[in-house]
């Protein structure tokens, strides 16, 4: 690290648990970043500021003026523009050492191998789950973990899926949610709402799992399911188990 890396991830470094190797592991880390919305904002924002080495970003979406409440590293002049340009303004603006890919497009069975095949780690916050099982799926190709985060109204949840470590013992998404749910028990934010900070919250967790997978800090939320509750100030941990019937046992024992 030069100087300026020196004093500017200081505060990193000066933690035992991270230290200079912790912070070396963030700026050659390569991390896929799937929605730049309210949960895609704050991971950007921390994973930015942590100097994750390159950041790829993924979403087909553009700002808009709902987007503001809750999506804070846009700004009321980035209305119209595309989320993924916008982004990388904040990244160059923020920490103009950490690389960045903008990807203006949706993640899907088409395209997630090639995309997860180009990093070291996968978070995703986005609202559909056909890009959740495609990242899954493609995740587990390549051997690299996938942090999920969602959120609904006032409370979220974060999990970190890596089933080729423990095959057979640690789920997939699959695992956890194994058909998409009916469009009627599903959370819709746009008709719904959702508060702004729980986003933040929430996305700062899904930051938090990152790092940790990146340096090998702390204990992997693999395994676990991570539920933050607004309205009561609580947040719960829950047992996640690899499902039997699901295939990404099979899958994973033969990569």
Do not use: W
């Amino acid at each position: 690290m030069n100087e300026d890396e020196l004093t500017r991830y200081s505060r990193h470094i000066l933690l035992k648990e991270i230290g200079g190797q912790g912070q070396k592991n963030l700026l050659d880390a390569k991390v896929l970043i799937v929605g730049a919305g309210g949960l895609g904002a704050p991971i950007i924002e921390y994973l930015t500021a942590a100097g994750v080495g390159e950041l790829h970003i993924a979403d087909d979406d553009v700002v808009s003026l709902s987007n503001l409440q809750r999506q804070v590293i846009f700004r009321t002049d980035d209305i119209g523009r595309a989320k993924v340009d916008a982004a990388g303004d904040f990244i160059n603006a923020l920490n103009p050492g950490v690389k960045f890919k903008p990807l203006n497009l949706r993640i899907d069975d088409t395209n997630a191998r090639n995309r997860v095949s180009d990093v070291d780690f996968v978070v995703e916050g986005v609202d559909n789950f056909a890009t959740r099982y495609a990242l899954n799926t493609a995740c587990i190709a390549a051997r690299t973990p996938l942090v999920s985060a969602a959120v609904g109204r006032f409370e979220g949840q974060v999990a970190t899926f890596k089933p080729f470590e423990a095959p057979g013992v640690l789920p997939c998404y699959r695992c956890l949610t194994p058909e998409e749910p009916p469009l009627d028990q599903q959370v819709n934010c746009a008709e719904e709402g959702v508060l702004g900070a729980v986003t933040g919250v929430v996305g700062a967790l899904a930051a938090m799992e990152v790092i940790k997978e990146i340096t090998g800090v702390g204990e992997s939320l693999a395994g676990r399911l991570l539920i933050y509750d607004g309205l009561a100030a609580q947040t719960r941990t829950v047992k996640l188990s690899a499902d039997p019937a699901c295939d990404c046992g099979a899958e994973a024992q033969q990569r």
